[in-house]
Nanobody, 128 residues
Framework: QVQLVESGGGLVQAGGSLRLSCAAS????????MGWFRQAPGKEREFVSTISRNSGIKSYTDSVKGRFTISRDNAKNTVYLQMNSLKPEDTAVYYC?????????????????????WGQGTQVTVSS
């Protein structure tokens, strides 16, 4: 129903910034709740941020609050994750995900199991 492709990852020093992009094709992006997740080597995938269909509601995991900002531009079929003040513990593969709003308990979702569509991931490495 939708295909997702992440970009914008790379190597950055601690304290630096990156902006990740998630380009969607297929079904209209406005049909989906969107989220960002990340997975470090040897660790389980963890929730990072989520945004409602029309950008009205945003949610973040505690460790990135005040540093990361999620946004979306439905006209461009793109979701963004602006990452500032990066720390070494932010190093991970970052994944964009989409969930159809039908069946969700809320207008945003922190649960990976509620997302049916995932991108290929983009590597973010933060050096000390």
């Amino acid at each position: 129903q939708v295909q997702l492709v992440e970009s914008g990852g790379g190597l950055v020093q601690a304290g630096g910034s990156l902006r990740l992009s998630c380009a969607a094709s297929g079904r209209t992006l406005s049909s989906y709740v969107m989220g960002w997740f990340r997975q470090a080597p040897g660790k389980e995938r963890e929730f990072v941020s989520t945004i409602s269909r029309n950008s009205g509601i945003k949610s973040y995991t505690d460790s990135v609050k005040g540093r990361f900002t999620i946004s979306r531009d439905n006209a461009k079929n793109t979701v963004y994750l602006q990452m500032n003040s990066l720390k070494p513990e932010d190093t991970a593969v970052y994944y964009c995900a989409a969930a159809l709003s039908e069946g969700l308990r809320s207008v945003v979702s922190r649960l990976s199991g509620e997302y049916g569509y995932w991108g290929q991931g983009t590597q973010v490495t933060v050096s000390s």
